[in-house]
């Protein structure tokens, strides 16, 4: 055996363990030690449930190796997170706000020591980061923030104010990147956004109010005044613009949603296939009804399509790898995954029926747990619009008209295509309106995404579960893509209310 490929199964082994003993320390602390249904019914988590789960030190997969982590391998971090997902969803966007959202973008763009300072408290003290973007008036237009930063060149540091909210793990991270707008000298905002790692023990943050998030109980959220002063070293660095840096660091984020959402579709699947396979009505188990089998097949599909995105990003999109113009694999991913993942809740919600209604029921919380994801990073509608506008973009420089002959060049939707000859063969129209763009974006994203899997199959994954999946896919997309094509445009009616009392019209 050559000594890389020596080395690289004693990684695989290590990364085995790793996984394997975090697992069972998961499944210890949720299943035996605690009532998994108390855990997650209240809000926060009891501070010794965290340390046992930072003790397995999971946000080391997202710290470089020189500072004490296991090196920031993509595939590690995506194989923790689902791992983590799969017994808690809450608890998985915990590590990814932490390792997406905080640790990756420092370990890009930080200074040196200001790296070995932070990595060193997350390893050795289990500190905890989060970002802070969203603001009350401005949430999907970010670019537009109030909170404005400016250098004081006598004492080198950086104060930042302004308010922010619904940010994960507000009152509780111990780190925070802030994102501000410059400051020029007649005190206007500048287009620039800068990113500062913040330490929240050096005081500034102060909760306004805490929000009764609906779920996700784990993690608080709530609204925070900031009037902060940051050391200028604590300043990422853009290779270029704020803004794009910012676009890198949102973009790896997005590419890595399948982390999370891997280990939930799967925890829905099994769970479903566990419920029909014991419930019994009209005599014969839930299983062996076709509706249900359909409604499994999907979960099926979904877990697939989710194991097919998690190889692609791993395969593709190293540390190292600049994101920022990634957007349509990135925008692909997050919107249809995290579509899935609450379309996969909420149909496990309608096998299980009633009982899933209760609070403590898997079904309904995580029909309300994973329903932020189809908000927050990126609301799914402006995504889908994002997905068209990208893809028609591509078409405008190749000159290209055709839907189907631009898909079956393009490296995103080559294997794909060839599904959808006849339903994308017609030219686009340049100039469609928002819903139109909306509409086109979902099918295109799975179009994308069905690619991935296409391409996880080339691989070896588990060939029925792959030519099923592409069964499922190949139904939705052209669904959505005849949605595209009628061209029936409802209008919002203004005053709605004139003649529109049924009960006004009733004769008898
Ligand atoms: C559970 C949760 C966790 C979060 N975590 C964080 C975090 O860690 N850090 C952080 O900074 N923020 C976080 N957020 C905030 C999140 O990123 C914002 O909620 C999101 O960006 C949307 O902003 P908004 O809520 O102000 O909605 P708005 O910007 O008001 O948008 C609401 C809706 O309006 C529609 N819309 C908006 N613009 C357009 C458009 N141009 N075209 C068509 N439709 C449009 C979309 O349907 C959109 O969903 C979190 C939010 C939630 C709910």
Same mark, same amino acid.
């Given at each position: 055996m050559d000594f890389q490929l020596q080395e690289k199964k004693a990684v695989d082994k290590d990364l085995t363990y790793f996984l394997s003993d975090y697992r069972e320390r998961l499944s210890e602390l949720f299943n035996e030690r605690n009532n998994e249904d108390e855990l997650v019914t209240t @809000?926060? %988590?009891?501070p010794y449930v965290l340390r046992k789960v930072l003790e397995c030190n999971? %946000?080391? #997969?997202?710290?470089p190796s020189e500072y004490g982590? @296991?090196?920031? &391998?993509t595939k590690e971090a995506m194989s923790m997170l689902q791992t983590t997902s799969y017994q808690s969803l809450p608890l998985s966007l915990m590590m990814g706000i932490n390792g997406a959202l905080f640790l990756q973008p420092v370990a890009n763009y930080g200074e040196e020591d200001v790296k070995k300072r932070v990595f060193g408290k997350f390893i050795k003290e289990k500190n905890m980061g989060g970002l802070m973007i969203t603001e009350p008036d401005y949430?999907?237009? #970010? %670019? @537009?923030?109030?909170t404005g930063f400016k250098l004081d060149e006598d004492s080198d540091q950086y104060s930042i104010q302004g308010l922010k909210h619904w940010a994960g793990l507000t009152g509780w991270a111990d780190f925070w990147l802030m994102t501000a707008r410059g400051l020029d000298d007649k005190g206007e905002l500048t287009r620039d956004i800068g990113f500062f790692i913040h330490e929240?023990?050096?005081?500034?943050?102060? &909760?306004?109010e805490y929000y009764e998030n609906m779920g996700l109980l784990m993690l608080p959220y709530g609204r925070n005044k900031v009037d902060i002063e940051v050391p200028s070293s604590y300043r990422l660095q853009p290779k270029s613009t704020g803004v794009k840096m910012m676009l890198d660091i949102l973009h790896r984020s997005r590419l890595q949603f399948g982390g999370m959402g891997t280990g939930f579709l799967q925890r829905m699947l099994d769970e479903g296939i566990d419920h029909c396979k014991e419930r019994f009505v009209g005599g014969k188990s839930l299983f062996e009804y076709d509706q249900v089998k359909e409604r499994l097949a999907n979960l099926q599909s979904y877990f697939t399509v989710s194991s097919a995105v998690n190889y692609f990003t791993s395969s593709n999109v190293p540390l190292s790898e600049d994101t920022s113009r990634m957007d349509l694999a990135a925008n692909s991913i997050k919107s249809v995954i995290t579509d899935y993942m609450h379309e996969a809740s909420q149909s496990l919600m309608q096998l299980v029926? #009633? +009982?899933?209604? +209760?609070?403590?029921?898997i079904a309904g919380r995580s029909m309300v747990d994973s329903r932020p994801f189809q908000i927050f990073e990126g609301s799914n509608d402006i995504l889908y619009q994002q997905i068209t506008e990208s893809v028609l973009k591509k078409m405008k420089r190749a000159k290209q008209t055709n839907l189907y002959e631009f898909l079956k060049d393009y490296s995103l939707t080559e294997y794909a295509a060839e599904h959808f000859k006849e339903s994308t063969n017609f030219d686009v129209n340049y100039k469609m309106a928002q819903r139109n763009l909306v509409k086109l974006g979902r099918a295109l994203g799975r179009i994308v995404t069905m690619n991935m899997t296409i391409q996880l199959g080339q691989s070896g994954f588990n060939s029925d579960m792959v030519s099923n999946s592409i069964k499922s896919l190949k139904g939705e997309i052209n669904g959505l893509i005849s949605a595209y094509s009628s061209n029936e445009s409802p209008d919002i009616i203004d005053n709605y209310e004139d003649s529109s009392s049924w009960l006004d019209l009733v004769k008898a």
């Open positions: @809000r926060g %988590l009891p999971p %946000l080391s #997969a997202f710290i982590g @296991r090196g920031c &391998v949430g999907s237009d #970010a %670019l @537009r923030m109030q929240s023990s050096n005081g500034g943050i102060e &909760v306004e029926g #009633a +009982k899933g209604y +209760k609070m403590s029921h």
